[in-house]
């Protein structure tokens, strides 16, 4: 019933930017987590950025100063800027979201479809 939908993906030159946008619809009582992990060919799958219901944000040491994590609550949406991008940044990225559909309900993960981002001149 939960759908996470990424967008933004494309290609870009190095030192340029992309923003990535991430919507999550259906049932939702309650978002713990949502956040961005990204996987390239021959790598195991990585958190680049997360961020928490209340606000919290973390993010991998190779993208600290910059990538950018952001949400708009109202609409469930989590957002990623990427400045400066590298060749190293080019991957395919997931959206992912940690919540309950319900009062009753566990926490549960739900993943996005992945946007490929590829870093190139």
């Known amino acids: 019933q939960v759908q996470l939908v990424e967008s933004g993906g494309g290609l870009v030159q190095p030192g340029g930017s992309l923003r990535l946008s991430c919507a999550a619809s259906?049932?939702?009582?309650?978002?713990?987590?949502m956040g961005w992990y990204r996987q390239a060919p021959g790598k195991e799958r990585e958190l680049v950025a997360a961020?928490?219901?209340?606000?919290?944000?973390n993010y991998a040491d190779s993208v600290k100063g910059r990538f950018t994590i952001s949400r708009d609550n109202a609409k469930n949406t989590v957002y990623l800027q990427m400045n400066s991008l590298k060749p190293e940044d080019t991957a395919v990225y997931y959206c992912?979201?940690?919540?309950?559909?319900?009062?009753?309900?566990?926490?549960?993960?739900?993943w996005g479809q992945g946007t490929q981002v590829t870093v190139s001149s």
């Open positions: 992912n979201a940690d919540l309950r559909a319900h009062w009753y309900s566990n926490y549960n993960e739900y």
């Open positions: 961020i928490t219901g209340g606000g919290s944000t």
């Open positions: 259906g049932s939702i009582f309650s978002i713990n987590r």
